[in-house]
């Protein structure tokens, strides 16, 4: 569920020409065994073909849960005392006769076994013979109805044999469907530097007309810094609505524009740029080196080192816009970071699950602090297909990057309240549903957010991202339909929360337009240039980036990395005099996309922005010094003993 995205030409209902970005998706990241309901047969499926398959065992799940719970929290005994991957493994992970009985089982089928992470599955690789007889399944080709791509799924419901029962819980993998990831580009951004910038007037007008119509859709009102063509990556439109063609730009968001909103130009100041911590990002395209180190001269960052794992692949992915976007971000506001691990998968959901697992498994040296990932796919979707397996494998490897100490941060999606997507992000199903894994108890959910800046890039407005009724897109929050509500989520403005996990927990900016000047030379999926680009795809890793900074700070300090973030998150906010400094309220428009969708055109009812918490924005933005600063002194120590920790 890929959720950022390329901008296009900005529509101001009947007062603009061209239209607004949507943010690109992909679908059926999670493919499952049932599958086959995501696209049309056509035909037999190779018998050589080969899948990627974890055989879930039987581990303790209960004990897993209540360490990642308490050392994840400040008033417990245990904050803070991470353990690592080969702890986990004894402690929580399966028992060693199981792991044999199933190894055992997948040599005498002739496959080759290894053990996952925790101990929690084995890991195989079978062609579709092969796991046709170990599961009683046939297997056919079908046709993805989003990507038209060819992928195998079992044509019936697999069962385990005898020699597998009663130790394995699950199985994930039975099915390669592809994921639908195409970029929204910006159609015209070639065109914005033949035309003149808006004046800083032009723009307010700008937003004055689209908060007349109830959208957040913004001019730029702050002051830009970098080279030219990365300043003039805008949005062209016509302005005002007289005008008979486009005549202008909106200036994108530059990085010293969303450093300055969110108070990480301060510590940067401060020489706080992320040093000795390291991030990883889920990706499931590629991006090309040269186009950082590009975004980097331009605007004056380090472009830091971009190693790469693959997993499931044999060689890297092509230049995509999600990596790309992802690199550009977090360079810009974690410029000191040592590595931005890149984790490229092939979109299976046995990939998917093993790329967060190989970030949970990176020797400690090495291992990142935070996960940056803005891909998923709706709760609804994954009811429908029988997720149940992948959805397991995933909550044992968030609890174990709990109990590691990493911070998970996931996109929330880009289609508001709706977040079943269609038509490359351009659409959305009329049923309610939060995305997967930002629904996750286990995983911090970021929203999106557009603001209206001072000259000084200081935050003199900020609301919901829902470019509706003039264009398309909105950060995606509601109710959880497979979690429960945590212990944690409570404070003014959750409510019962219809007993439910609720999402976001948090919100940056997202919108289109203005929208991030990202530079990407891949003409096929990008522009071959400077686009805009929005979506919590960006705002994810923008958060990821202040999350890192913060580990700095607390190394620095001797304390622990923040690690799993939602419990301190609920605790500042249910504070109202932590609540002001950390976040920042955000209570206009909300993520209702409904009355844009087709064929009824109606509003869904969910939801609402207002003050403290709700479902479209969390707890609003946050201002990272003064979050840092708070987090931190939940786990004991005062920061404020460590020069420069504020």
Known sequence: MRNSRLTSTLLLATALLAAAPAAASADGVVATASAASQGKRVGAASASHRLSILLTLRADDAALTAYASAVSDPSSPLYGKYLEREQIARRFGSLKA???????????????????????????????????????????????????????????????????????????????????????????????????????????????????????????????????????????????????????????YTPNQVNSAYGISSLHSRDLKGQGQRIAVIELDGFSRSDLEIAAACFGYRAPPTPIKLVGLKTPLPVGDEATLDLQVIAASAPGVESIQVIEGNGTNSAFVLQFASAVKTPSRYRPSVISNSFGECEWRLGQTDQESFVNAMERTLKAAAVEGITVASDSGDTGSTGCTQDDNASALTVQSVQYPASSPWATGVGGTNFDLSSANKITEEVVWNNSPLAWGSGTGGYSAIFKKPSWQTGPGVGSGKGARSVPDVALLADTVPGYPIYCSSASVCSDGWS?????????????????????????????????????????????????????????????????????????????????????SGWGSVNFPSFSYEARKLGGQAPSAVAGSR
Do not use: H
Request: aromatic content about 8%; some cysteine; overall charge positive.
């Open 532 to 616: 805009p680009i929005g979506g919590t795809s960006a705002a994810t890793p923008l958060f990821a980036s202040g999350v890192v900074i913060a580990n700095q700070q607390a190394k620095a300090a001797g304390q622990a990395q923040l690690g799993f973030l939602n419990k301190k998150i609920y605790m500042l906010a249910g504070n109202s005099a932590t609540r002001t400094k950390a976040f920042r309220d955000v209570t206009k428009i909300g993520n209702d996309l409904g009355q844009m969708i087709p064929p009824a055109y109606k509003a869904t009812g969910c939801c609402t922005a207002t003050k403290y918490y709700d479902r479209a």
């Open 98 to 252: 199981d792991r044999a009985r199933v190894k055992k089982a997948l040599r005498s089928a002739g496959l080759t076994p290894r053990t996952g992470l925790g101990g929690f599955w084995i890991e195989t690789e079978a062609t579709v013979a092969q796991a046709g007889a170990l599961f009683s399944t046939g297997f056919a080709s079908y046709k993805a109805s989003a990507s038209g791509k060819r992928y195998v799924a079992p044509t019936g419901k697999p069962q385990l044999p005898p020699s597998l029962a009663g130790t394995v819980t699950g199985v994930v993998g039975l099915s390669d469907a592809p994921v639908a990831r195409a970029g929204r580009n910006s159609a015209s951004a070639s065109q914005a530097s033949t035309l003149p910038p808006f004046t800083r007037a032009e723009n307010r007008e700008i937003s004055a007309f689209a908060a007349s119509q109830g959208s957040s859709l913004r001019g730029n009102t702050g002051t830009q810094s970098g080279c030219a063509a990365g300043k003039a990556a805008g949005s062209p439109i016509a302005w005002p609505p007289s005008a008979p063609a486009n005549n202008g730009y909106i200036p994108p």
